[in-house]
């Protein structure tokens, strides 16, 4: 990785604001991400469409990743997946490009984490596979507009997640416990939630579970194992969904060579509207 | 495929009638498919249980033909894929095998209808992957619950497939149209019926076209590609839903040298409930 270009780069563009992006139309936000000037996170920027987790691995991994998703909907909703060695998300986008359009990827070596760049163009080989999985984003979108409130977005806060002693379906040497985020609610919030977001199953669906976290594990609400910790307020309930941290937590156990997924909060921003998350129309929207 | 053995067989056992094997549970329903004595339609046996359309290739093929299915949802929802070389398939069920638990077998080779027979175990091979997609056995049980008619079944008939002038998302090797199941309905019922097999993403989901079938490349409704002809009464549309024929017909482009699907009609019944195809439940029923 030639970091004295990207460098370069940067002394002759100014980095770009959220406030600035959130703003713009999707190409153009697109462009602000493509050329390295914004690597924040993307929770609404390119308002009403899909965004994604990324995770880029060898076609000798892809087989048993692929089952991994299939096993594991809830937490691993695919909804894009490339061509071996083709870095174009082709039913994701008219131009969408996995080694340019992530603010920010986290690069694991051995499934550990080794390095975060804006760019992997230099690091794309030809037996790369790009996965692409639903975000809660979506969701949580759709719960908004149904004027349920959601403390950690009013609070500018990174949700809170956990790991559970709930284990995921093992696939090949992909396995580990599934992750969950966590939202605080009213009872009547938390009934309608599920509701809402049941219709987007390949944005992690309804709640994987509600009420007690030490059921699936979780000792301490306010120690989160990711993310910012998020107080019950009198007559809250947790209510808690499958998480798409989960692929990051399997990749430790079996330690590819090289691993590429976005960094925690900056998703791949699609061409494809929030709503192929509630199912059957994935590919063939573009 | 040693056929003199499997004769020998069936002369110590008398073949089952459907009309047997629907009042048993499941298990024993299971072992008459697995010792050869039924290879009739599956449609009403293990009722409520997930049935699935299952496709079998050499794991050369299953990467693009994993790509193929997450690519058109629709016509392929992907319920389950068996490890390479494993013929259990452990997340549909106990102890499902599925080189004996289809009633019967279709055999390509180059793309072509070579064979059909009641046990592949002799064909089996460590590098093949086996897939099972959902079915539209499962909405249409959906649909009788809330007093929808279906007259293909009332008059014991196969429903009606065709292909369409609508093309399958590429994979690889693997394109072609997309087919589809039409059933006659009263607008009120189709109406209803697209709310209730909207919530079935894992069984077609809702209808991938309403009304005009020129619209959708058909010519004549009344010379269907494969099924039964269904006559439209006075005051009925077409409702075309996306068939699991498709990956069938996208076969003939990729002329794998070997590939083994069920006869159609002839599902895998599995272990998982039925509702398992409203979605992100599937990997976690077993």
Known sequence: M??????????RKPFAAFDELRHLPVD????????????????GIGLGLLQGNVVILPADYALDFFRFCQRNPKPCPLVGVSDTGDPKMRTLGKDI????????????RDGELDAQTADITDLWRDDFVAFVL???????????AEGIRLSHIEDNKTVSMYR???????AGPFTGPI??????????????ACAVTAR????????????SAADIGINDLLTPDWGDPAALEEGEIPVFWACGVTPQAAMKSARPPVCI??????????????????GGHLGQLV
């Open 261 to 278: 997924t976005h960094a925690p909060g900056r998703m791949l921003i699609t061409d494809v509207p929030g709503w192929a998350a509630s």
């Open 179 to 192: 992750v969950v985020s966590m939202r605080p609610m009213r009872p009547s919030d938390a009934v309608r």
């Open 28 to 43: 153009l936000a697109r462009d602000s991400i493509r050329n390295g000037r914004y690597r924040g996170h993307t929770a």
């Open 97 to 108: 490009d996995i080694r340019t359009d992530v603010p920010l990827y986290n690069v694991y």
């Open 134 to 144: 639903g975000c809660s984003f979506t969701f949580e979108e759709a719960l908004m």
């Open 200 to 211: 987007y199953p390949h944005a992690h669906g309804e709640p994987i579970h509600i009420g």
């Open 164 to 170: 559970t002693s709930l284990t995921a379906q093992p």
């Open 2 to 11: 030639d970091l004295s270009s990207e460098t370069s780069v940067f002394k």
